[in-house]
């Protein structure tokens, strides 16, 4: 997707997933720079997303937040930001079993690609 950049990732999380602007802001003062979106992406996105999965009914951030990761995956000519999708959101969550099969279906095409990558299925 035209518009994503690696360095505005954080900012772009928070802008989509309205539910995590306050924890990317207090991770951001823990920090003496800018988290890396690794770490912003790893450490919040993922136990979300994961927390998500068990709710019996879905937060509005979920959508937002795997379109987002959809994007990132479509991020033509720059493979940081694809990275950040396969190494730090999808790769552990395919190790919490009971997150994956219920975020899987929801996920888009170019995701389930990358996803089926990380399993090995393609």
Not at 22 to 27: G, P
Not at 40 to 65: I, N, S, T, W
Not at 75 to 81: A, T, V
Not at 101 to 120: F, I, K, N, Y
Request: a negative charge; one cysteine or more; proline letters at 8%.
């Amino acid at each position: 997707m035209a518009g994503l950049s690696y360095n505005a990732l954080n900012d772009e999380l928070a802008k989509r997933v309205p539910e995590l602007a306050n924890a990317v802001a207090r991770l951001r003062q823990q920090w003496d720079d800018e988290p890396g979106p690794h770490v912003v992406f790893g450490d919040l996105l993922v136990p979300y997303l994961e927390k998500a999965a068990r709710a019996q009914a879905r937060p509005p951030g979920v959508a937002a937040a795997l379109e987002l990761l959809e994007d990132m995956i479509t991020s033509f000519d720059d493979d940081e930001i694809r990275n950040v999708a396969g190494a730090s959101v999808l790769e552990p969550l395919s190790g919490n079993p009971e997150a994956w099969s219920a975020l899987r279906p929801l996920m888009g095409p170019h995701t389930c690609r990358l996803a089926d990558q990380l399993e090995g299925k393609a």
